[in-house]
């Protein structure tokens, strides 16, 4: 999962990273709004400086009008809901800073360079040799002398003050399971090191153990962007189809093999929609939510799960939930089997609803519902 810049901030200001202070703006909510100041505007693609995102405004003038015009732009394709409006820093130079994962040498990988700011992309293709590559030995862990080898080779002087920055990140990277964390530019500044920018990615498959965090950025995600936040975040795949079953599985694999056999028994789905194998109560709420809100006049639900490492009685609770709170007056097959099967089918049966073990049996039924069979 992919985080605005506000977000990643915000972690790092948690983290004891230093970040400029600033406020988040919104076109409905223009408070924080001040000069001097640089307007920023919070997308989850980079580039942002280079396409007119990011500007500097002297006056609250200057500022209001710099606000006007981001929120009214598309960068890469995606509307800007929002703006960072920070304090203007006095840059002395510009660094680049990120640790991510080397997938080849599995292993986690600090990236640094002097010549960070906008350009580093072109930096990475013509002067390799401009950026440091230096793997963490994951047992070892982040050693003093790799932290200095950084500082050497960015060339600061504040051994100290740098040795303190870098543990941060790395351990920010660790416990919110990053895939990436990228400051660029990392500023030198006359009070010392700033993080200027932030890029932050979550590990998707870390959801399960990070739930708040997940929650948290997931919530401020959907009020700025609105539903779309959910299908594009989440771990849920929801595609619409020419159908009128509703199918809910619980990973892609067993997700095709019942559109198969939907079709097999003379149906039509819906919708392909999956969860990703990763699953909670919640997850298996906006399922449900994705599938009713996206495609009018479903005439039954095919629910297939298969629990693995999934919970049997997590999907139930999310499916009886779901339900409460929204009554359907159509048809409901939901089979499932595997981990916590009994506890979950006693959920489902002290909430009235009827579950399948047999697959053939559950798509043969939510086929004919459909056709308006008894
Ligand atoms: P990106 O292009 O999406 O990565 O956006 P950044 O947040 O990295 O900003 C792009 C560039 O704008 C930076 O490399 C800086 O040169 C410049 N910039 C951003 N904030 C400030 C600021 O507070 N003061 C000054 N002088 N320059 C800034
Ligand atoms: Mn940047």
């Known amino acids: 999962m992919k985080l605005y ?36 505007a919070q997308v989850l693609s980079g580039g942002r400086g280079k396409a007119g995102g990011v500007v500097l405004a002297d006056t609250p003038d200057d500022a209001a009008k710099a606000a006007d015009a981001i929120l009214s732009m598309e960068l890469k394709g995606e509307p800007v ?24 040498a599995r292993t986690p990988l600090f990236m640094a360079s002097a010549s960070g700011g906008m350009d580093i992309e072109s930096v990475a293709e013509h002067s390799p040799e401009k950026i440091l590559k230096l793997p963490v030995d994951p047992l070892w862990g982040l050693t003093d002398y790799k932290i200095r080898a950084m500082a050497d080779f960015l ?16 351990k920010l990277f660790r416990e919110k399971d990053a895939v990436l964390v990228e400051i660029n530019p990392l500023v030198v500044t006359d009070k010392g090191l700033l993080a200027l920018d932030a890029k932050v990615e979550i590990d998707d498959d ?36 020419e159908g009128d ?37 919640e ?12 495609k009018p006049g479903i005439k039954s639900l095919l629910v297939v799960l298969i629990g693995g490492f999934n919970r049997m009685d997590e999907m139930a609770e999310g499916i009886v939930r779901y339900l409460r709170e929204h009554p359907v ?15 979950g089918k006693t959920i489902m049966k002290e909430a009235g609803l009827p579950v399948y073990d047999d697959l053939r049996t559950a798509v043969a039924d939510a086929v004919r519902f459909a056709a308006g069979g008894e």
Request: with cysteine; glycine share 10%.
């Open 81 to 104: 809901k929002a703006l960072l409006v920070e304090e203007k820093a006095n840059i002395v130079a510009e660094y680049y800073l990120a640790v991510t994962f080397d997938g080849e």
């Open 245 to 281: 079953i509703g199918l809910i599985s619980d990973g892609a694999g067993t997700g095709m093999l019942t559109l198969d056999l939907i079709r097999d028994m003379g149906g039509e789905a819906a919708d392909f929609c999956e969860m990703g194998g990763l699953t909670s109560p």
């Open 329 to 343: 007056s159509i048809p409901l097959v939901v089979r499932l089997c595997g981990t916590m099967e009994e506890e």
């Open 283 to 294: 997850v298996m709420y906006d399922a449900m939510k994705e599938v009713f809100s996206g």
């Open 155 to 170: 060339g600061y002087e504040d051994r100290k003050e740098f040795d303190g920055f870098v543990r941060k990140v790395w």
């Open 5 to 40: 810049e506000f977000q990643g901030k915000a972690l790092f200001r948690e983290a004891g990273i230093p970040v400029p202070k600033g406020a988040v703006v919104t076109a409905s909510d223009r408070e924080g709004l001040f000069a001097p100041s640089a307007v920023k």
């Open 206 to 241: 870390a959801r399960p153990r990070r739930k708040q965090l997940f929650e948290a950025m997931l919530s401020e995600q959907r009020s700025l962007a609105g539903a779309e936040a959910e299908a594009d975040h989440g771990t849920i795949t929801y595609v619409p189809l």
